[in-house]
């Protein structure tokens, strides 16, 4: 909660400065594209590094949680097997796909409509937002997997409340279906 208030805090201050200096000329459009711009190479370019770091790692250790598929519907849960290394590996990916819908999102609304708050918020907030990833704190910061930067690190619902972790009879459950499926397929 308390870094939501920060990011909202954040915002009003940008927004304020903008005011302030009249960002909004056209002769600092360059320097906004500018900063953006770089945000973004040193966002992708932290990833490659901690992506780097988690290959040479190579934490096989193994990690087994659910995952709801839709947020309403609480009866279609998958379950997931990976390892440490694949999982933090599948949330780079991910980061790198959120990375460029927002570039693009961001492209579009100053292309087409000449905006050029969002280039001035993103290049501020991008790296709050990087620094503030279960991945950055654990491969950058070296702080230890536990406590609220234990994995999954996936969200569910619309509260943002970690997803439940799958109890010993619901693995022992599903493992028993799957058997199941495969002896009926052979047959």
Known sequence: MNSQLLNLGLVFGIMQVANKFNLDRPENTTYLRASYLIVQIIT???????????????????????????????????????????????????GFTQQAVGVAIIALMHLKWGYTRPLLL?????????????????????????????RPWTKGGLTGAPAAAPTQKELKAKERKEQKKKISHVE
Request: glycine share 4%.
């Open 44 to 94: 992708a370019a932290i990833a490659l590094f901690i992506q780097q770091k988690i290959k040479a790692k190579n934490d096989t250790t193994p990690l087994t949680y659910s995952e709801q598929k839709n947020p309403f519907d609480k009866e279609n849960v998958e379950q997931h097997k990976t390892t440490f290394r694949d999982y933090d590996l599948s949330k780079i990916k991910e």
């Open 122 to 150: 993103q290049s501020i907030l991008g790296l709050r937002t990087v620094t503030q990833t279960p991945l950055f704190k654990i491969y950058i910061l070296g702080k230890p997997a536990s406590g609220e930067l234990a």
